[in-house]
């Protein structure tokens, strides 16, 4: 026995290897040591990060507020660090391979812990390993740099598996293990797959309880349920700091409750997001069955050209349509010069056509998770019995129904008004990781019941085989054959196409999808023979049916994956580590003409030439409107400066509110509020937008700003505002340099005399003024307003900070010459700091006194 249990613990270690192997293959370029994944999240996050890592690095404190984005915002989800953060390190270890290749390992290496929990045997693990972890959705959010999402992703499974353990009353090694892995999902810090995976498991402990109602053993179960909650609660304790802060956060951010209700319609959420916003990316009923088809809707909305050869061969009909029809108008234009024109314009907007033709705005690709995997999923519902097929089938079915989404509205309001914490998270569509675990998890389940139920007659399997095996043959012939009839393959793009280019594209897509459906036929009817074979005693090796089930799994997913994460993501180290270059080189010129990647890195230099110079012309305080980028949505600009814009989820939702109020560029909506458009003037001053990049990217140019208030200045007249929406709407009529807006104007004085205020000293979470008045008055800041840890001081007392503007800070200062200081305080991670601390060495000593006790327990029963 002893002997059995080393030796798979031997090939356990030898399965991890393997699995680190193929994530180190898939990712080769990062092994040779000089190419990097580019990920254009992590390029937003390396620009609103540089500001508190440059802190960070010259000074060895940790901040919690930085004004590189959006006028100032807390770093609580930039990457900000805090003490004795333990738990941390152990994610570190874990990901000991090179990026992206650690994220694909901690995939695998977590389901093999649930395998081994589950089976107990190495085989089976290995396959839900590779069934799990080879999933494409993973593979498209590594490409676009949504590391935390997989990150956590990454745990749900040894989570499990902890949790699995308590109820089967292994209490201190579940206990230890569920404490553990959910303290690593929660360092992981993506709250929305967390809650995700909650709803999983919350169905697994349903069934449990349905299990142990039957069985009479209530009192086992709620042992396991109370340990469960004790070590979630302990996790929790291990990662307090950060949830602190950013619960904290949150009722002020996006996700938190909106004061302001004028631009609101019958689709807002007073207490969360808006529904439109939460439903925008909703999966398409039909749009499922990508997760079997890969390219059944047409792959990603930027498809590749190699995909649109119809669309391609097109372009010379088109063109010559389109030159007859200019050259009939205009009897001097040359034919073949007007024809070589637009078919040299036609080819080169190839790209832009989508071949997607799905629901979504916009999608880097199908969520697919195997033709193999969903096959054995399939055959599982018939294969296994008891409460993990139904639980399993459950979470599977409830998440592809909350992915549709806008498409079952009915049933997704049911989840926005009642469920707790839903309207906090936006993108439904991704609310299929639920199915990207349980699916996987029910199609090992199905190998290893047909392998080892001996409950499973020869017979029985033999007509689930033909039966259900069968019928998806049978359905997947009915698609390859008659697809391209049942379905329309129309995007609402195509009517903004010319007739014959729409019915090209239209063409490609049919193409697409019976090529892939096909390629699915082809995968289904492998797994059916080689299990087949095993049945009928054909073949009597069950491991090398494993073997065969684990090769098709790996070719069939790889060859998916690498469609949307491949070697053309990988590019030269130096220009991953500072994707903001200032000069273009000979290399990077000639790199950039073969990698649309680093075309992307070579096409801001211009604009990063201007940021950069202006830094070193003025080294002072204030903030750049660059309307050269993406205002809003991009963060490049904060890697030089202190941006009015930047990128971000979960923005402060009074900066949110500005951004919806004043720069839409909505005449509509301005005159419904009685705005004249200009207003945005104003506010881009009162937040000391000193310099506006105007042009495009190619030929950007820097305007000094000759309105700009400056840091803070005082006033002369308070204005009365009812509330939020009474105050958001008079900022932009005032005269912000003598007047200003707040609550209960008639609590606080404005001085008349002449007075002034400067800016002494500069920290991102320290700011120090000196002012100088002849009478008690009042100063605005141009800070954004947080009243959760920012502290003001005059002479070094304390003193309330005003809500200002509506989104600034605003201080009563008696008269005379003071010193005044703003620093931020967050009283959440000082006191998260204690628990965190207390925390790790409550668990220290549950891992001490559970491994002692296991070491009991394990020698005396070898004696």
């Known amino acids: ?127 839900g390993a590779l069934l799990f972890g080879l999933g494409t959705y993973f593979f498209i959010i590594i490409e676009a740099g949504h590391n935390a999402k997989v990150h956590a992703i990454a745990y749900f499974a040894p989570l499990a598996a902890g949790i699995i353990l308590l109820y089967r009353k292994k209490y201190i090694l579940g206990f230890i293990l569920t404490v553990l892995f959910m303290a690593l999902e929660l360092v992981a810090n993506h709250p929305q797959m967390t809650y995700y995976f909650g709803f999983v498991m919350a169905l697994y402990v349903l069934f449990e309880l349905i299990d142990a109602v039957k069985k009479k053993e209530l009192k086992p179960f709620a042992i396991s349920s109370l340990l469960s909650l004790g070590a979630i609660v302990l996790a929790l304790g291990l990662n307090s700091t950060n949830y602190f802060a950013t619960y904290e956060y949150s009722k002020a951010s996006t996700r938190g409750k909106n004061t302001v209700t004028v631009l609101q319609n019958e689709h807002s959420n007073h207490s969360g997001l808006n529904k439109d916003y939460i439903t925008a990316w909703s999966y398409g009923k039909l749009e499922t069955l990508n997760l079997f088809i890969p390219n059944f809707m047409g792959g990603g909305s930027t498809g590749t050209d190699e995909y649109k050869k119809n669309l391609e061969k097109s372009i010379p009909e088109i063109a010559s349509g389109m030159a007859s029809q200019y050259v009939a108008q205009d009897s001097r234009l040359n034919y073949q010069e007007v024809y070589s024109q637009i078919a040299n314009s036609l080819a080169n907007n190839i790209q832009s056509i989508p071949t997607y033709w799905g629901e ?48 079952l509205i009915w049933f997704t309001d049911l989840f926005i008004d009642y469920v707790p914490f839903y309207d906090k998270f936006r993108a439904v569509s991704s609310v299929l990781v639920m199915a990207e675990f349980t699916m996987p998890l029910l199609a090992v389940l199905a190998v290893y019941r047909f392998f080892t139920d001996k409950s499973l007659t020869q017979e029985f399997k033999q007509k689930i085989l033909y039966y259900a095996g069968g019928g998806v043959v049978a359905f997947l012939l009915i698609l390859w054959l008659m697809g391209g009839s049942l379905f329309s393959f129309e995007s609402v793009i195509d009517s903004q196409l010319p007739d014959a280019m729409a019915k090209a594209i239209r063409a490609d897509r049919i193409a697409m999808f019976k090529a892939d459906t096909l390629r699915t036929l082809f995968f289904v009817v492998l797994i059916l023979a080689l299990l087949i074979a095993y049945n009928l005693k054909v073949l ?54 073969q990698n649309p990647n680093i075309m992307q890195i070579a096409y801001r230099i211009p604009t990063n030439k201007v940021l950069s110079e202006l830094k070193k012309e003025d080294s002072s305080h204030y903030r750049v409107f660059n309307q050269a980028a993406n205002t809003f949505n991009d963060a490049s600009t904060s890697y030089f400066v202190n941006s009015v814009g930047g990128y971000h989820g979960a923005k402060l939702q009074n900066i949110q509110n500005i951004i919806d109020v004043y720069f839409s560029g909505d005449s509509i909506q301005d005159q419904k509020l009685g705005l004249k458009g200009n207003e945005y003037q104003n506010i881009l001053s009162m937040l000391n937008a000193k310099y506006w990049i105007v042009g495009g990217g190619q030929e950007p140019k820097e305007l000094q700003n000759p309105y700009v ?72 800041f141009s800070e954004i ?79």
């Open 1 to 127: 026995m002893k002997q059995k249990i080393n030796k798979n613990i031997l090939f356990s270690l030898i399965a991890l290897v393997i699995l680190a192997g193929i994530a180190l293959v898939y990712n080769m370029p990062v092994v040779s040591g000089n190419k990097a994944l580019l990920q254009p999240d992590i390029v937003n996050y390396k620009g609103s990060a540089e500001e508190m890592l440059t802190y960070q690095k010259k000074t060895g404190e940790n901040i919690y507020w930085s004004d590189a984005m959006f006028g100032g915002m807390p770093t609580y989800q930039t990457g900000a660090k805090y003490d004795y953060n333990f738990i941390k390190k152990v994610d570190e270890v874990l990901r000991f391979l090179p990026r992206p290749a650690d994220y694909i390992f901690i995939l695998f290496g977590g389901f093999f812990i649930l395998g081994m929990v589950l089976f107990r045997n190495w085989k089976y693990a290995l396959l």
């Open 709 to 780: 208030a400056g840091n803070a200045w005082f006033v002369k007249e308070l204005i009365n505002a009812k509330d939020d929406n009474d105050a958001i709407l008079k900022i932009g009529k005032i005269d912000f340099k003598n007047q200003a807006v707040v609550e209960n104007a008639d609590k606080f004085k404005a001085g008349n005399s002449v007075a002034n205020i400067q800016l002494k000293s500069y920290q991102p979470n320290k700011l120090v003024y000196q002012s100088n008045n002849n009478e008690d008055g009042f100063a605005v």
């Open 540 to 593: 009597k090796q069950k491991e090398i049916v494993i073997g065969g089930i684990c090769l098709l799994t790996l070719v069939d997913l790889w060859s998916v994956d690498k469609r949307y994460l491949n070697d053309e993501n990988f590019i030269p180290k130096q220009w991953v580590q500072n994707p903001f270059p200032t000069e273009m080189s000979d290399r990077m010129m000639q790199a950039a003409q």
């Open 785 to 863: 307003f947080y009243n959760k840890g920012w502290i003001a001081k005059i002479d070094g007392r304390e003193t309330p900070i005003i809500k200002t503007n509506y989104f600034l800070r605003g201080l009563e200062i008696p008269k005379g010459t003071h010193e005044i200081i703003f620093s931020f305080e967050p009283q959440s991670v000082k006191i998260g700091n204690k628990v965190t601390l207390a925390s790790n060495i409550l668990f220290i000593l549950i891992i001490l006194g559970g491994g002692f006790l296991l070491w009991r327990e394990n020698k005396e029963r070898s004696l």
């Open 360 to 407: 979504q705005p916009f999608t880097s690709g199908p969520a697919y998770q195997g033709a193999v995997v969903i096959f054995l999923f399939i055959l599982g519902l018939f294969l296994v019995k008891g409460r993990y097929k139904w639980w399993l089938f459950s979470a599977t079915l409830l998440s592809m129904l909350l992915a549709w989404g806008k498409n």
